[in-house]
């Protein structure tokens, strides 16, 4: 093989490498790019799920007062009933009493 031809095929393969170097730099900042875009939305995703969680124990405390506010009306309805109860036990004593004076004359 002569000079000129080494020197020809040494262009060629030069030249192969420098489509391929530009071909590797091309796909660098297309992944970096993907990259970029990746990382933005991982943290897109993450704050996302921060606040998620937030709602969440925030839910989880409104939901706690509302069940000690339903036990509290709880007891009140049930103290209500109560009295309730012997207002109506006292009412029915006193018509008895009235009703017993009644027959008796007074």
Do not use: C, P, W, Y
């Not at 000129?4 to 030069?14: G, H, K, M, Y």
């Not at 000690?68 to 029915?92: C, G, M, S, Y």
């Amino acid at each position: 093989m002569s000079i000129e031809e080494r020197v020809i095929q040494l262009e060629s393969v030069v030249a192969t490498l420098a489509r391929l170097m530009e071909k590797a730099d091309a796909r660098a900042m297309r992944d970096a790019a993907r990259t970029d875009s990746l990382e933005r939305h991982f943290k897109m995703l993450t704050e996302l799920a921060v606040r998620a969680s937030e709602r969440a124990d925030g839910a989880d405390v409104g939901l706690a007062g509302m069940r000690a506010a339903q036990a509290n009306a709880d007891v009140r309805i049930a103290a209500l009933a109560d009295a309730q109860i012997r207002t109506e036990d006292a009412l029915k004593r006193l018509i008895e009493r009235d009703e017993r004076r009644d027959s008796s004359g007074q």
